[in-house]
């Protein structure tokens, strides 16, 4: 089955300190997968999409095939990141997502 | 910059009463979603629309759940007979093909 998991409910860092949101998935095909962040009373965002490889906001994400591991990386958090970050993954042949369950990011002064 | 648009933002029911969740999708995206959070939880498929027809659907989207597109604009999501447990924030994505989804502010629904 299709699942997408993120262990952590909560990840506190200091201002300046590096980040590592976890992601793993569970897919047998190619997915491809994505970075979702909601920001407090707001939508939920595209931050990154694997296929892009584009940094956005300084986070940065690698597809582990051999790990299926999509994990987020910020070498230096800011407190503006404080959010709610989700882990998405859209199986070929179909457009639907599958989300993690979330992590939410404090970024403590 | 365009965006996905939801109405109402909040909604209050009566268990039992049909609910009518609104959505205006980005005007030029062909593929159309509503998502459902339930507090606390993670965000789950409900419903996939592509070509003025369900492309895919979850096991919540059951009998009482019904999409439609009726204007050409408007995205609306049918609930007819409100349960507790249909308590939840529903969002609305819109995307092109091969694109990542566009997400709306979601509205928040309250069943009594």
């Known amino acids: 089955a299709q699942r997408v998991t993120q262990p952590e409910k909560l990840l506190s860092v200091f201002k300046g300190a590096p980040v590592e949101l976890k992601c793993n998935y569970s897919?047998?095909?190619?997915?491809?997968l994505f970075w979702y962040v909601q920001y407090s009373r707001q939508r939920l965002q595209l931050l990154l999409r694997?296929?892009s490889r584009e940094s956005i906001k300084g986070f940065t994400a690698d597809l582990n095939k051999g790990e299926t591991s999509f994990h987020l990386k910020k070498p230096f958090a800011q407190e503006e990141d404080s959010a709610m970050y989700y882990c998405?993954?859209?199986?070929?042949?179909?457009?639907?997502?599958?989300f993690g369950t979330g992590t939410r990011l404090k970024v403590l002064a | 910059e365009p965006e996905v648009t939801q109405t109402p933002s909040h909604q209050v029911t009566q268990m039992g009463q049909e609910v009518i969740l609104r959505c205006v999708p980005i005007?030029?995206?062909?593929?159309f979603y509503w998502y459902r959070q339930i507090l606390g939880q993670k965000v789950e498929f409900l419903v996939s629309?592509?070509?003025?027809?369900?492309?895919?659907k979850s096991e919540i989207f059951d009998d009482q759940f019904s999409v439609e597109r009726p204007d050409g604009s408007n995205f609306t999501l049918k609930i007819r007979s409100t349960k507790l447990e249909d308590s939840a924030m529903y969002f609305c994505?819109?995307?092109?093909?091969?694109?990542?989804?566009?997400f709306g502010p979601g509205t928040r629904l309250l069943v009594l």
């Open positions: 629309f592509y070509n003025n027809e369900i492309s895919e």
């Open positions: 897919y047998s095909g190619s997915p491809e």
């Open positions: 994505a819109s995307m092109m093909a091969g694109a990542p989804q566009y």
């Open positions: 998405a993954l859209i199986a070929s042949g179909t457009y639907k997502y599958i």
């Open positions: 005007s030029n995206h062909l593929y």
């Open positions: 694997h296929i």
